[in-house]
């Protein structure tokens, strides 16, 4: 094996791993501005199979060009046929065959590579970007996946991988003697386990972050996609290992020519202390994620205090009776309880955004109070959870849009937004699946995808038919007769960005979801929240408290994610609303995990702190209102090193949370106050212009001259 090197401008150098007569073995050493970007020793190579059976096994170099800040390598791939392909039949056995090709197949795949630059987080970023095309007369594929690892130096020891996701560690300190993975496992002790995988290749910005950034004390190195589209992928460092295994698979039409989406990778060069460093992850987040909600027209979502509904109930004589708010009613008096018990105590506790339980119309409104003999002992009753929607409008379950919109007149009058849960799938006993049953996803056993609860259960709609417009029409009517601020979309990720459509060439959802947030935006919805990580609104999701080995999993979560992976790192928990039940946890110690998810612009709910009445602990209360009063001038955010802050800047104001003891200069003629659920408190310099702010506290800092 010997290294062939391409140049792609002046400052990038790529190496293609060669062997006997011309055969490519893939790409080796990258090296950016002097600084070395993976093992050259393991190759990275594409992945290519066409959905019936041929699978591309050898590569071959047919020319290397290159050309001032531009390069192109075009290669013969080489495919045998496997006699299996990809499609299941309706029993989930992988279909075959019969008299399949023997000949090795030849098609090509061509690189191209182009230099890049740009400047970010106050510093240079210099490397490339670079698109995989595969192109064939006679064969077609869907997915191009390109598997290989990155890590600054070639190694993953010493390098600190910064990356938010719903199921991952959001900090991981490199070593051989720990591991790392992105994958959504059933119990994080099944780790290994193909019985323990929940899904391995997660979607970029649904379950995982769209972008990977790592750093040294040396360089920091990012990679993204300046354009939003399907790519799922694994990043992963098993113990043992040296390397970051990075996998992303670009999931397209099903065509004879397939391009992959143009990928970046940019080097900033040291030194960088960790704060440094963490500015730069949090200045490519602001870039990545701005960039795509500007292609779309999404407008920015930014945390606010919130917290779930509080209920009990109990059947009555066929009916559903709801105790909610110290009251019990009847499920079509929910709303107006809502509305007149509970959203004074919300607006009480420094609670700013709020839906309820979901009020559309789902199995449980159409169907749940039916039984089985009421259709014959032979009839049909499927009755699945609120999650199976049959239409996005308020259920006259709950009392309809007349009452909704009391609820809503009720929570706006107090500053609070008022939401509705919304989700990327339906009810298989939907009627409009039962009209159009082609705006269904086809999953490859040619049934309907389920995203993993089962098709009798969920079936994802195929966004890219008709459903979009009935789906906004409906959500338009919601607004503008009921009242609607604010939409949380479940299940983003696993039941909108993972499936493909098997009856309709292969085609996702991943652009035209992004188009229909979008148009949420357009139409007025102030706010958008996610189950997952999304860079069209912030992330709200469940996570658990295992507190390491002294307690077991939580039921529902299971042990997927574990509030123990931020509780160094909340910086890092920037733009995330976490609901955690708080579990063997002084209340000291709470208050101060609530207090620096806040200062990073985060939250976490405060849901396992309260009753059916929402009696927060005072502090609690505070921190809502503090939150508030802050919020409005957070928006560029700076840490202070040794971890002793979080300061933001606004216009003409700065907030300073102190999470230590520390002293800040101020500007001759600055007011500083210390903000208060009540009043501000002013604080006066010394004579050297300097300021001593506390531990737990949070300062205004309003600049001369505002």
């Known amino acids: 094996m010997n290294v062939k090197y391409i140049r792609v401008g002046d400052r990038v150098r790529i190496g293609m791993l060669m062997g006997a007569n011309r055969e490519w073995l893939g790409i080796g050493p990258v090296v950016v501005a002097g600084v070395s970007l993976r093992d050259g020793r393991h190759p990275l190579v594409p992945r290519l199979a066409t959905p019936d059976g041929h699978v591309y096994t050898k590569f071959e170099l047919d020319w290397a060009r290159s050309e001032g800040n531009t390069a192109t390598v075009h290669l013969h791939a080489y495919a045998v046929h496997t006699a299996r392909t990809e499609y299941l039949d309706e029993y989930t056995q992988r279909m075959v065959v019969p008299g399949a090709d023997r000949q090795m197949a030849k098609d090509s795949l061509t690189l191209t590579l182009k230099s890049a630059a740009e400047r970010l987080g106050g510093r240079e970023w210099a490397g490339f970007e670079w698109q995989w095309m595969f192109s064939s007369r006679r064969r077609r594929i869907h997915a191009i996946l390109v598997d290989g690892s990155w890590e600054i130096g070639g190694r993953i020891t010493g390098c600190v991988l910064l990356h938010q996701g719903q199921c991952n560690r959001p900090v991981y300190r490199g070593s051989r003697g720990t591991d790392f993975t992105t994958a959504c496992l059933k119990t994080l002790q099944q780790r290994g386990s193909p019985q323990g995988m929940s899904y391995q290749l997660a979607p970029r910005g649904g379950l995982i972050q769209a972008f990977d950034f790592m750093h040294t004390e040396d360089a920091a190195f990012l990679i993204y996609w300046p354009k939003y589209d399907s790519v799922c992928s694994l990043l992963e460092s098993p113990q043992g290992h040296d390397r970051l295994y990075v996998l992303d698979e670009y999931r397209v039409r099903l065509a004879r020519r397939a391009v992959s989406l143009p990928q970046r990778f940019l080097v900033a060069a040291g030194p960088l202390a960790d704060h440094e460093a963490r500015d730069l992850w949090w200045a490519a987040h602001e870039r990545v994620y701005g960039g795509y909600r500007r292609a779309f027209r999404v407008k920015p979502t930014m945390v606010r205090p919130e917290i779930g509904l509080k209920y009990s109930v109990r059947v009555v004589d066929g009916g559903l009776k709801v105790s909610i708010g110290g009251v019990e009613v009847d499920s079509r008096e929910v709303?107006?309880?809502?509305?007149?018990?509970?959203?004074?105590?919300?607006?009480?506790?420094?609670?700013?955004?709020?839906?309820?339980?979901?009020?559309?119309?789902?199995?449980?409104?159409?169907?749940?109070?039916?039984?089985?003999?009421?259709?014959?002992?032979?009839?049909?009753?499927?009755?699945?959870?609120?999650?199976?929607?049959?239409?996005?409008?308020?259920?006259?379950?709950?009392?309809?849009?007349?009452?909704?919109?009391?609820?809503?007149?009720?929570?706006?009058?107090?500053?609070?937004?008022?939401?509705?849960?919304?989700?990327?799938?339906?009810?298989?006993?939907?009627?409009?699946?039962?009209?159009?049953?082609?705006?269904?996803?086809?999953?490859?056993?040619?049934?309907?995808?389920?995203?993993?609860?089962?098709?009798?259960?969920?079936?994802?709609?195929?966004?890219?038919?008709?459903?979009?417009?009935?789906?906004?029409?409906?959500?338009?009517?919601?607004?503008?007769?009921?009242?609607?601020?604010?939409?949380?979309?479940?299940?983003?990720?696993?039941?909108?960005?993972?499936?493909?459509?098997?009856?309709?060439?292969?085609?996702?959802?991943?652009?035209?979801?992004?188009?229909?947030?979008?148009?949420?935006?357009?139409?007025?919805?102030?706010?958008?929240?996610?189950?997952?990580?999304?860079?069209?609104?912030?992330?709200?999701?469940?996570?658990?408290?295992?507190?390491?080995?002294?307690?077991?999993?939580?039921?529902?979560?299971?042990?997927?994610?574990?509030?123990?992976?931020?509780?160094?790192?909340?910086?890092?928990?920037?733009?995330?609303?976490?609901?955690?039940?708080?579990?063997?946890?002084?209340?000291?110690?709470?208050?101060?995990?609530?207090?620096?998810?806040?200062?990073?612009?985060?939250?976490?709910?405060?849901?396992?702190?309260c009753g059916h009445l929402y009696d927060l602990p005072e502090w609690a209360r505070e921190l809502n209102i503090i939150y508030e009063k802050a919020l409005p001038h957070m928006v560029q955010r700076t840490l202070l090193p040794d971890r002793s802050g979080i300061c933001w800047r606004g216009d003409g104001a700065s907030v300073i949370w102190a999470l230590r003891a520390t002293d800040v200069e101020v500007d001759d003629g600055a007011q500083v106050l210390e903000l208060g659920a009540e009043d501000d408190t002013a604080i006066e310099p010394s004579a050297s212009g300097k300021c001593s702010l506390q531990a737990g506290r949070v300062y205004m800092i309003r600049h001369p001259g505002v």
């Open 335 to 609: 709303p107006y309880a809502i509305g007149d018990h509970v959203i004074p105590l919300l607006h009480r506790a420094g609670i700013r955004r709020f839906f309820p339980e979901v009020m559309s119309e789902s199995d449980v409104t159409v169907l749940g109070m039916e039984r089985k003999l009421d259709r014959g002992i032979h009839g049909d009753l499927h009755c699945s959870s609120v999650c199976a929607t049959h239409r996005f409008v308020p259920s006259e379950f709950w009392g309809g849009m007349k009452a909704w919109h009391y609820m809503a007149e009720k929570a706006r009058a107090l500053g609070i937004e008022i939401g509705a849960w919304f989700a990327p799938h339906f009810s298989p006993r939907a009627r409009i699946f039962q009209e159009h049953p082609e705006w269904r996803m086809i999953d490859v056993n040619t049934m309907p995808s389920g995203g993993g609860y089962g098709w009798h259960t969920i079936i994802s709609a195929d966004w890219n038919t008709e459903i979009f417009d009935w789906v906004l029409a409906d959500i338009k009517r919601w607004k503008e007769e009921g009242g609607l601020d604010y939409l949380f979309t479940d299940s983003f990720a696993n039941l909108g960005l993972l499936q493909q459509n098997y009856a309709r060439m292969m085609r996702t959802s991943w652009r035209r979801l992004a188009q229909l947030y979008g148009e949420f935006s357009k139409m007025g919805i102030k706010a958008l929240t996610f189950e997952g990580i999304s860079p069209f609104g912030a992330s709200r999701f469940g996570i658990a408290d295992l507190r390491g080995d002294l307690l077991g999993p939580a039921a529902g979560i299971v042990g997927q994610n574990d509030l123990g992976w931020w509780v160094d790192d909340f910086d890092m928990a920037y733009g995330l609303c976490l609901g955690a039940a708080f579990r063997k946890r002084p209340e000291a110690e709470i208050r101060s995990l609530c207090f620096r998810a806040a200062a990073a612009r985060g939250y976490l709910m405060m849901d396992s702190l």
